[in-house]
């Protein structure tokens, strides 16, 4: 019984740390796209990637308001939860690293 939950604790352990290099990677391009969209258009929403956004308002008047996750609390707890015989910051920047290249293939 104990080995099964200590698997789903690292199990679990994986899947954060996985997240939260994603989020280090985002970029807030798709939340600003998701700003202009209009009704007709709603079926994009499905494609846009908006991991960096926490919060998305839009007032009666049009004003829109966009609030996204914060990466330094995001590196911080990556580098808590990389533990024993990790280097968060090695991470970090593998992380940064793969967004780099992956911004270099769309010409950004």
């Known amino acids: ?8 604790g690292r199990s679990a352990r994986r899947a954060m740390l996985r997240h ?6 985002a970029r807030p391009n ?14 994009e929403i499905e494609r846009l990637d908006l991991t ?3 919060e998305f308002k839009r007032s009666a008047s049009g004003v829109v308001e ?20 990790e280097d968060g910051a090695e991470q970090f920047f593998q992380a940064l690293e ?4 992956w911004e ?4 950004t």
Not at 20 to 25: A, E, G, M, Y
Not at 98 to 101: E, I, L, S, T, V
């Open 1 to 8: 019984m104990r080995w099964c939950h200590l698997e789903e």
């Open 20 to 25: 939260l290099k994603k989020l280090l990677r």
């Open 30 to 43: 798709d939340a600003v796209r998701l700003a202009f969209l209009d009704a007709p258009q709603a079926g």
């Open 52 to 54: 960096l956004l926490s």
């Open 66 to 85: 966009l609030k996204f996750q914060d990466r330094l609390k995001a590196i911080e707890l990556l580098d808590r939860l990389a533990g024993p015989g």
């Open 98 to 101: 793969q967004g780099a290249d």
């Open 104 to 107: 270099g293939r769309d010409g």
